[in-house]
């Protein structure tokens, strides 16, 4: 049987490519109102000591964002003396 992809289900794997400490250990995609979105996940533990995930989700028509870029400055090329 062929998957079949459907409203409001999606799908995580553990990420064996974190590049930093931050990384999500999980990712995947989710399916919300016929919108895609990436899906990430890290595993938490509460005060209590009850271990959780916190999720984030992202439109994948989205533009790419740089967690790690500089901040954007507004100096156009009739700024620059030469």
Excluded: C, H
Excluded at 7 to 24: A, E, M, Q, R, V
Excluded at 55 to 63: I, L, M, N
């Amino acid at each position: 049987m062929a998957f079949e992809k459907r409203d409001l289900t999606g799908s995580l794997f553990k990420n064996d490519k974190k590049i930093s400490d931050s990384s999500p250990q999980y990712t995947g995609t989710i399916t919300i109102d016929g919108v895609d979105y990436w899906q990430s996940a890290w595993v938490k533990e509460s005060k209590s000591g009850l271990k959780f995930f916190s999720q984030s989700f992202k439109r994948k028509d989205a533009p790419p964002q740089s967690y790690n870029a500089p901040p954007q400055n507004s100096v156009s090329d009739d700024d620059i003396p030469f």
